[in-house]
């Protein structure tokens, strides 16, 4: 299986922006709601087509996984999609710090945890960095550097990481395929 990526809707900066806006009120929201502590998967996609069939796939592939790690204390989930690429919401029963802990486990253990972004919010909507915990910053899955340095300097065309996304993608497509006829 080969899967391209197509756009489903191609927005504009404005409409990133304006997303970005409205995921900040519907964490809030969501807070609120379940009195949880939230984790937030998105893919970390570049540019802005961000919504397209490999996103979706991605998420909709991740999200009962990440529904599996946390079965007993999952309070509710949620699934939007926008201009800022398809969102997976899980309210989660557990202490901030173990739940942002066993989402770095998954970034950094996943074969498609590189390409996730698991962002986790306590009860007051502060999000939780792997540096509030003693962790390093994420790295680049392409040269290594830290990610946020390659991001800030363009290090790396938009076509570069979308290839790497992809073929990530396909390799965990075929490894599954391949353990299902075993």
């Given at each position: 299986?080969?899967?391209?990526?197509?756009?489903?809707?191609?927005?504009?900066?404005?409409?990133?922006?304006?997303?970005?806006?409205?995921?900040?009120?519907?964490?809030?929201?969501?807070?609120?709601?379940?009195?949880?502590?939230?984790?937030?998967?998105?893919?970390?996609?570049?540019?802005?087509?961000?919504?397209?069939?490999?996103?979706?796939?991605?998420?909709?592939?991740?999200?009962?996984?990440?529904?599996?790690?946390?079965?007993?204390?999952?309070?509710?989930?949620?699934?939007?999609?926008?201009?800022?690429?398809?969102v997976f919401y899980a309210a989660v029963d557990e202490t901030v710090s173990a739940l942002k802990i066993i989402a770095i486990n998954f970034e950094e253990t996943h074969s498609l945890g590189r390409c996730l972004d698991l962002d986790v919010y306590d009860r007051l909507g502060q999000g939780l960095s792997r540096q509030d915990l003693g962790f390093l910053s994420r790295k680049c899955y392409l040269c290594e550097d830290d990610a946020q340095h390659c991001v800030r300097a363009r290090r790396h065309s938009e076509r570069e990481i979308i290839t790497y996304i992809e073929e990530k993608y396909q390799d965990y497509c075929d490894f599954r395929e391949s353990s299902s006829h075993s």
């Open positions: 299986m080969t899967l391209r990526t197509r756009t489903m809707k191609e927005y504009t900066a404005d409409e990133l922006l304006d997303a970005r806006e409205k995921r900040a009120g519907l964490i809030e929201s969501l807070l609120k709601q379940y009195n949880t502590p939230l984790l937030v998967m998105r893919v970390n996609y570049p540019g802005l087509k961000k919504t397209n069939l490999l996103t979706a796939a991605m998420i909709n592939d991740m999200s009962p996984l990440i529904c599996t790690l946390f079965s007993d204390n999952l309070r509710g989930t949620l699934l939007t999609y926008g201009a800022d690429g398809p």
